[in-house]
């Protein structure tokens, strides 16, 4: 009797998942669809048997939208003809561009779950025919689809009111790389921003225009793809108070030396799905600065130090330079919030929807 009562629990059998991304699991630098994506893949593997075209082989994306476009709907077909060969019943979607043949799927009798990724293409307000036929793939994604996931609760009421289906709340979070602790960093003017520029968003100008009117001696540090229009700008700038450095492209395991020698990650996106970079400065003991009127969710607008203009961040810095007591106890209220984020919403996600 005491033998039986010893008896190890019988492990649960690992399930056949298929994960369809754009070609980005190899791709350690970029988008939250590409972090998602690498996320998604090291964490359902622990417990899973997850499959991806790229353990087959690398494949680089066409770089129009027409390559695009093509790209989707033949890597879709691809997946799926996958999916019946290896005898996968669930195919998980990190992104819903593929959305045309999540029907095709459904026909073949292939669960399907689908990450609803942010909410870009809604706030935008369709102005060009990229996004209205984003939209469209979205309509036709969701409509097939077995269940939809989405990071916050934010999304979701975005979700659900646009196609009037439940989603699951599973929000983002950070993986072993970013099991650090910081929270002995001292205070310095050290500033940071991840990421790049392009055309049209306003964010790499509120960059210029805070190195140029800022009257404290700092550090400002970018990683990512600065370059072109971005790159002359930063040239120009001719304050004596603000020493650059262009770090350039970083992995997501050099995200983590970037960020331990950054105080503040100023970070002026009017528009986040997420906001991973956010989670990823308060995981490292780093003050993210945001604009007020940013479209941030909630969940993580609220962590971040906000501001109306740049020229107030001069008073953010006087403020944690004078009182080094308020500073400490900011990031490691940062970081206590952090911790709140992991993997284990996703695998109970699944775990539950897949049977």
């Known amino acids: 009797m005491k033998k039986l009562l010893n008896i190890e629990k019988i492990k649960k059998p690992r399930k056949k998942i298929f994960l369809i991304s754009r070609p980005f699991l190899n791709d350690t630098s970029g988008t939250g669809e590409q972090y998602a994506t690498n996320l998604f893949y090291r964490s359902l593997s622990k417990e899973h048997d997850v499959s991806n075209v790229f353990k087959i082989g690398p494949v680089k994306p066409y ?89 916050t609760r934010d999304n979701q009421e975005l979700a659900e009111k646009y196609f009037l289906k439940k989603a699951y709340i599973v929000p983002l979070y950070l993986d072993d790389t970013f099991n650090v602790d910081f929270t002995e960093k001292k205070f310095a003017p050290n500033f940071g921003y991840i990421g790049g520029y392009q055309k049209g968003r306003k964010r790499t100008d509120l960059i210029i225009s805070f190195l140029q009117g800022v009257s404290h001696k700092i550090n400002f540090s970018f990683a990512g793809h600065i370059r072109g229009e971005f790159l002359e700008k930063l040239k120009t700038v001719a304050n004596p108070n603000v020493f650059v450095n262009i770090v350039g492209p970083i992995s997501f395991f050099d995200k983590v030396n970037f960020y331990k020698d950054t105080c503040f990650l100023f970070f002026p996106t009017s528009l986040e799905g997420f906001g991973l970079p956010i989670l990823e400065a308060l995981r490292t003991s780093t003050v993210p600065i945001i604009f007020k009127d940013a479209e941030i969710p909630n969940v993580l607008k609220t962590a971040c130090i906000q501001v109306e203009k740049t020229e107030d961040i001069d008073g953010v810095l006087g403020a944690f330079e004078n009182d080094q007591a308020y500073y400490a106890k900011t990031i490691r209220e940062g970081h206590s919030y952090s911790l709140k984020f992991s993997e284990n919403a996703l695998i109970k996600f699944v775990n539950d929807v897949i049977s």
Do not use: E, W
């Open 63 to 151: 770089h129009s939208i027409i390559g695009l476009v093509f790209y989707d709907y033949a890597y879709s077909l691809f997946a799926l003809f996958l999916c019946k060969l290896k005898r996968i019943n669930h195919a998980f979607f990190s992104s819903p561009h593929q959305g045309f043949f999540i029907y095709f799927f459904k026909l073949f009798g292939i669960k399907t779950i689908v990450y609803f990724q942010d909410c870009f293409f809604i706030n935008n307000r369709f102005k060009n025919i990229f996004d209205r036929y984003s939209f469209y793939l979205y309509k036709k994604c969701f409509k097939y689809a077995d269940h939809m996931v989405t990071s």
